[in-house]
């Protein structure tokens, strides 16, 4: 039986939280005992309850000196930070729900530059916008920048532990696996590609002459779904087969039989569990909590 996400993240961060509070009690009581030093019993809850946030506090500035020495010792220049934890994450998590991917990124980069720090409430991320910078982490210096036990957690649910969701050894593992549909012998093969794009421009071009638009992110997405499915797997799930939706002012309607299709109950499927988990990427470490009784992912 699985826990629910949130009783495993407090069971988890349970000990992290206890410890210092109960370390700070058992030391005053040890003095209070042996040394007869008696502690007003305001100073002794005061003591216990800012005892993880000071340590949290000192922590964190330690940390921050250490990057900072290691910046000096390496020549290099630390990115500014974005403070306002809670302010960066329902920001970000209204740009996912509501905007447009990165728009919320372009914002703060005016203000901070093209590479810079924000704060989450137990982790720190990175933001660039530098072309450099981006090109060291995918291609000069790759193996220097995995995912991070944040993004794997997040990602678990939606990604397992396949190569979008792996690193080290891992990582190494399933990228040797896929390396041989990737050869320059398959890639050469066309005809799965040609035939989706004949059937793509057939559905096209008589949604056309029926005076409706069409909706071209979703019309490629399901060429490329199909294409992908047979290359990699030997069967397409048929996603050009259900049809092409009509837009919401139309007049006509899609048949009962297109929300029923196989193929649009995985995708939806997979654009939810999709959402869902990039929703988790702007609550770091704390995302159970939103979804404390069920993995909304899975669902």
């Given amino acids: 039986m699985n826990l629910p996400p949130g009783v495993v993240y407090l069971t988890g961060v349970l000990p992290y939280l206890l410890w210092p509070p109960l370390a700070t009690y058992a030391v005053l ?3 209070h005992q042996a040394l007869d030093i008696s502690t007003p019993t305001w100073l002794l809850v005061a003591s216990v309850l800012l005892a993880r946030p000071t340590l949290s506090m000192i922590q964190s500035r330690y940390k ?4 900072r020495i290691a910046a000096e010792r390496l020549g290099a220049v630390l990115p500014p930070l974005r403070g306002k934890a809670l302010s960066s994450m329902k920001d970000m998590l209204d740009m996912i729900m509501n905007g447009f991917p990165g728009d919320i990124f372009d914002l703060w980069a005016r203000e901070h530059g093209n590479t810079f720090f924000f704060d989450k409430l137990t982790s720190r991320g990175i ?5 450099d910078v981006v090109k060291a982490l995918l291609a000069t210096q790759f193996d ?46 066309f005809e799965i590609y040609g035939r989706n794009s004949d059937i793509s421009l057939a559905l096209a071009k008589e949604r056309l002459k029926q005076g409706e638009p069409i909706e071209f992110q979703d019309l490629v997405g399901r060429f490329t779904l199909d294409s992908a499915t047979e290359f990699l797997f030997g069967q397409s799930v048929q996603s050009l087969a259900a049809g092409i939706p009509y837009p919401p002012t139309s007049s006509r309607k899609m048949p009962s039989s ?26 770091g470490f704390e995302w159970p909590l939103r979804e404390f009784w069920r993995d909304t992912v899975k669902r």
């Fill in 127 to 131: 933001i660039t916008l530098d072309p």
């Fill in 258 to 283: 297109f929300a029923s299709h196989p193929s649009n109950i995985f995708v939806d499927a997979f654009v939810g569990g999709q959402r869902v988990a990039v929703e988790r990427t702007a609550l």
């Fill in 144 to 189: 220097s920048f995995g995912k991070g036990e944040e993004f794997i957690g997040q990602m678990d649910s939606l990604l397992g532990s396949g190569i979008f969701n792996a690193d080290g050894e891992m990582w190494k593992f399933h990228r040797a696996m896929t390396r041989p549909f990737f050869t320059k012998e398959r890639i050469s093969d």
């Fill in 29 to 31: 009581r040890a003095a």
């Fill in 64 to 67: 921050d000196y250490q990057d």
